[in-house]
C-alpha cells in the first residue's frame, strides 16, 4: 500500500462549489504539505502543519483552508472554488524539516 | 529572498548521452538544504537526493551524480549513459526558515527526453 494516499485522484466541480481533497498518510511523520503544480511554474506550496496543532501558511494560501484531523490526516478545502485553482495538487510528509518529502499520487482538480 | 532556477526547459538527448541538469539557487541562508526530485510521466514526485548547505561533497548514485558548489550557488544532475527510462521532468528545490518562516522553493523543473 502507498505511504501517501490522497482522494479524490481526479475531481471536476463549478464555480462557487466548496470541495476538500483529502490526505492519509501512514509513514508516521508529524511534518504534512499540501502544494499545487501548475504548468511551467513548478510546486508551490500551499500550507503546512508540523504537527496536529501546527498549522501554517505557505506562499500561495489565499483561497484555501486546511485542517489536521490527525497526525496521519491534513484536508485542503476549497471554500468557493475558482476557474484558477485548476491544478494538479499534491500532499506530502516528511519526518523532519531537512528531510526529504514523500509525495502522494496527486489530485487533478479541475474547476469549470 | 529565496528562489531556485532551472533555466532549461527541456532538454533532448539520444540514449546512452551524458546530460547535466543545472540548478542555481539563492539565499540568504546560512543552513539551508538542497533536493532532487524526479516526475516521471505517471506523475508522482519521487526524491533522488538531499544536500545541506554544510556539505559540499559530491555524490554519485549509479548512472546519478551529483556536483554541489556554493562559490556559485549551484546543485546540478548529471545522468551518465541516459536511458529511456530517465524521461522525466526533474525538479530542484530548497528549503529552510526566512525570518521565522518556513520556506520549501521548487525550481521551474526541466523536462528531460531521452530518445531510443
Known amino acids: 500500500d502507498a505511504d501517501v494516499t490522497q482522494t479524490p485522484r481526479n475531481r471536476i466541480t463549478k464555480t462557487g462549489k466548496r470541495i476538500m481533497l483529502e490526505c492519509s498518510q501512514t509513514?508516521?511523520?508529524?511534518?504534512m504539505y499540501w502544494y499545487r503544480q501548475d504548468p511551467g511554474l513548478g510546486l508551490r506550496l500551499i500550507y503546512y502543519?508540523?504537527?496536529?496543532?501546527?498549522?501554517n501558511k505557505g506562499e500561495i494560501s489565499d483561497g484555501y483552508s486546511v485542517s489536521r484531523q490527525a497526525q496521519a490526516k491534513f484536508s485542503l478545502s476549497l471554500e468557493s472554488a475558482i476557474p484558477n485553482q485548476t491544478a494538479l495538487y499534491f500532499c506530502?510528509?516528511?519526518?523532519?524539516?531537512?528531510?526529504?518529502?514523500?509525495f502522494g499520487p496527486g489530485t487533478r482538480l479541475t474547476v469549470t | 529572498a529565496q528562489k531556485v532556477t532551472q533555466a532549461q526547459t527541456e532538454i533532448s538527448v539520444v540514449e546512452k548521452e551524458d546530460v547535466t541538469l543545472d540548478c542555481v539557487y539563492e539565499?540568504?541562508?546560512?543552513?539551508?538544504?538542497l533536493f532532487w526530485y524526479k516526475q516521471p510521466p505517471s506523475g508522482e514526485l519521487v526524491f533522488l537526493i538531499r544536500?545541506?548547505?554544510?556539505?559540499?561533497q559530491n555524490e554519485i548514485s549509479g548512472r546519478y551524480s551529483w556536483n554541489f558548489q556554493k562559490s556559485t550557488s549551484s546543485f546540478n544532475f548529471t545522468i551518465t549513459a541516459s536511458q529511456v527510462v530517465d524521461s522525466a521532468v526533474y525538479f530542484c528545490?530548497?528549503?529552510?526558515?526566512?525570518?521565522?518562516?518556513?520556506?520549501?522553493?521548487f525550481g521551474t523543473g526541466t523536462r528531460l527526453k531521452v530518445l531510443a
Open positions: 506530502a510528509t516528511s519526518g523532519a524539516l531537512e528531510a526529504e518529502q514523500y
Open positions: 509513514k508516521g511523520h508529524d511534518r
Open positions: 502543519s508540523f504537527d496536529v496543532k501546527d498549522i
Open positions: 539565499t540568504r541562508d546560512t543552513t539551508y538544504y
Open positions: 544536500r545541506n548547505s554544510f556539505d559540499e
Open positions: 528545490a530548497l528549503s529552510g526558515f526566512i525570518s521565522g518562516t518556513y520556506k520549501y522553493i
